[in-house]
């Protein structure tokens, strides 16, 4: 049998790049970070992580960067302007994932690892999210700011609600306990519709919400409405997938936008105000914000 694989791949791109890379590189590995800059042309490091700890079938370098290599391809994208490639010792991965994922306490949210042994706080909504699957467990700035307006929202009544690009599943899980209503959790990443399947199950959430891979919106009914869409993905699907979530979202519901910078609100928020949604709130952590808006 081989044994778990772990690299670490930083990558330097043009800040107008940024949001392709990123793209790709949700597609291709684990978890994935960058860098803010407050100069729109210098240029941005971006963090990914691959590994082989879901099949334990051979990984090396030299095919960590061939999978890279035919991913720019596809999505016509050029070269990195730099790129280094790091193997993790398989030793330190627990020990780092569990000390890196304490328990998280986010407006009426608990969240916390597999590994967490202490007090689950009974004022708090709890989600256990597994430590190993880093992504998507609340720690970002997007995601605390989801669940932050999630728990702003106590006299909203809604009835059905939808997940777009659901990553670890935690913002479909949170919004369903909160509001006590079904979910639709929709992701392109069959990786992400696994994971979300399994924090499902930690979760005695199964039959609360259901979970399958979209590209956009493409799988859901044509006809299907819902009261509530979150939608924690980058600015640029935000502003592409407005129409058609327009189209998804019935009268007086609500959308929660993330996975935005500070600098780039004005334009998602006006690419939504073209199809008839309104700014109700705003959101601010670190450099990131969260929108709430409204269908009128």
């Keep these: 049998m081989n044994k778990p694989i772990l690299f670490h791949l930083k990558l330097i791109v043009a800040p107008t790049l940024v949001d392709s890379f990123v793209n790709l590189l949700e597609n291709i590995s684990e978890n994935v970070s960058w860098d803010v800059s407050e100069n729109p042309d210098q240029d941005i490091r971006i963090d990914a992580f691959v590994s082989n700890k879901e099949t334990l079938l051979p990984l090396t370098q030299t095919m960590v960067v061939e999978t890279l290599s035919r991913a720019l391809k596809s999505y016509n994208l050029p070269s990195p302007t730099a790129l280094s490639i790091e193997e993790i010792p398989e030793k330190n991965w627990l020990l780092e994932n569990q000390l890196s994922f304490p328990p998280l306490e986010i407006g009426s949210f608990f969240i916390y690892g597999s590994h967490f042994e202490g007090k689950i706080p009974k004022h708090k909504l709890s989600l256990e999210i597994n430590a190993a ?38 913002l479909a899980m949170a919004a369903s306990m909160f509001f006590k209503i079904p979910f639709t959790a929709v992701d392109i990443d069959p990786f992400s519709i696994e994971t979300t399947k399994e924090n499902l199950r930690k979760n005695n959430l199964k039959t609360k919400v259901s979970c399958f891979q979209s590209n956009g919106y493409v799988s859901l009914k044509k006809e299907e409405t819902f009261d509530l869409i979150l939608c924690n993905i980058l600015a640029k699907p935000l502003c592409e997938m407005a129409p058609q979530l327009r189209k998804h979202l019935r009268p007086k519901g609500m959308a929660i936008l993330s996975g935005l910078l500070k600098t780039q609100s004005q334009e998602v928020i006006e690419q939504h105000q073209k199809y008839g949604l309104q700014l109700t709130n705003r959101i601010a952590i670190e450099d990131w914000e969260t929108l709430i808006l409204t269908h009128e």
């Design 133 to 170: 699957l880093a992504f998507g467990s609340g720690e970002h700035a997007s995601t605390k700011g989801c669940l932050l307006a999630l728990s702003s929202l106590p006299e909203f009544i809604p009835q059905k609600g939808l997940d777009m690009g659901c990553g670890s599943g935690i």
